[in-house]
């Protein structure tokens, strides 16, 4: 059975940094891509970032880049989310999800975990 569990999330103050983990099992992590993807109160689920298979590949939205890193350890089987200079906009359930192609469009993954809440204070 796939599992994806989420991590890491928390309380923050704008400025602040945090970083999320997926922590994946019952796959072959190496032949998954993960995605990130965030769902704030009221609003439809939107992609934040997405890393390829061995990490040469990476995606990320705008309202992210420069702010947000994905990264991967495959020994680990984790994908992580560095998050830097939060701002109240990003406050959010983080969910990840897996597929065995990178792609930011949210149908087209296999897996998903429960997701984690991520709350940054002005």
């Known amino acids: 059975q796939v599992q994806l569990v989420e991590s890491g999330g928390g309380l923050v103050q704008a400025g602040g940094s945090l970083r999320l983990s997926c922590a994946a099992s019952?796959?072959?992590?190496?032949?998954?891509?993960i995605g990130w993807f965030r769902q704030a109160p009221g609003k439809e689920r939107e992609f934040v970032a997405a890393?390829?298979?061995?990490?040469?590949?990476?995606n990320y939205s705008d309202s992210v880049k420069g702010r947000f890193t994905i990264s991967r350890d495959n020994a680990k089987n984790t994908v992580y989310l560095q998050m830097n200079s939060l701002k109240p906009e990003d406050t959010a359930v983080y969910y990840c999800?897996?597929?065995?192609?990178?792609?930011?469009?949210?149908?087209?993954?296999?897996?998903w975990g429960q997701g984690t809440q991520v709350t940054v204070s002005s």
């Open positions: 999800a897996a597929r065995t192609g990178i792609t930011t469009t949210e149908i087209m993954y296999d897996y």
């Open positions: 019952g796959l072959t992590f190496r032949r998954y891509a």
């Open positions: 890393i390829s298979k061995f990490g040469g590949t990476t």
